[in-house]
T-cell receptor, first 122, second 114 residues
């Protein structure tokens, strides 16, 4: 089945530094990926839509200069949290869109999620 | 705008009992609806999805959900709970296609009592 890998799964950084999180589709090409953040015991909030070869589309209220998204290839999207602050500490999850060939096997477009990256800013 | 509301942030059932997780939606266009499960410190796994075909949707791990337009509901059920079902469950909605931007509900934590 389709696999999306996120790296790192856990990162701790100092306030003011930048952190890059990678999202890779391992066995399929993904022209579109989505980035979410999730605060403890809360739901996922969509941050941006990442399109291969073009600029990301950010949701209202998400600072594009703060959360840099690059989708340079069909299998890789990166999220860089710049000048990180403690309030940026969160669980960041990516998803990639592809044709369903998994257990539901509907043939329709579906999303496969990565396992998430937990960022802690000290 | 689209949204989903999950009733009950925490549901606890006994092992072997019926699982019922509630989700109501709001949408100005025919929606695509999903249920996802999240285990601790992991990403999300798709349980099932409604894409305007059959109103009763069967998913993985014995779960199913019924789309009821008159009630704007998409409740998730499983006849007999298993300890391994303990997790966070999210109802979600999207428009235009089955994998466009997805809006998630607030989640329901399911606990299973031995």
């Amino acid at each position: 089945g389709a696999v999306v890998s996120q790296h790192p799964s856990w990162v701790i950084c100092k306030s003011g530094t930048s952190v890059k999180i990678e999202c890779r589709s391992l066995d399929f090409q993904a022209t579109t990926m989505f980035w979410y953040r999730q605060f403890p015991k809360q739901s996922l909030m969509l941050m941006a839509t990442s399109n291969e070869g073009s600029k990301a589309t950010y949701e209202q209220g998400v600072e594009k200069d703060k959360f840099l998204i690059n989708h340079a290839s069909l299998t890789l999207s990166t999220l860089t949290v710049t000048s990180a602050h403690p309030e940026d500490s969160s669980f960041y999850i990516c998803s990639a869109r592809h044709r369903d060939r998994g257990r539901l096997n509907s043939g329709a477009n579906v999303l496969t999620f990565g396992a998430g990256s937990r960022l802690t800013v000290l | 705008a689209q949204s989903v509301t999950q009733l009950g942030s925490h549901v606890s059932v006994s092992e072997g009992a019926l699982v019922l997780l509630r989700c109501n939606y709001s949408s100005s266009v025919p929606p695509y609806l999903f249920w996802y499960v999240q285990y601790p410190n992991q990403g999300l796994q798709l349980l099932l999805k409604y894409t305007s075909a059959a109103t009763l949707v069967k998913g993985i791990n014995g779960f199913e959900a019924e789309f009821k337009k008159s009630e704007t509901s998409f409740h998730l059920t499983k006849p007999s709970a298993h300890m391994s079902d303990a997790a966070e469950y999210f109802c979600a909605i999207s428009r235009y296609s089955s994998a466009s931007k997805i809006i998630f509900g607030s989640g329901t934590r399911l606990s299973i009592r031995p």
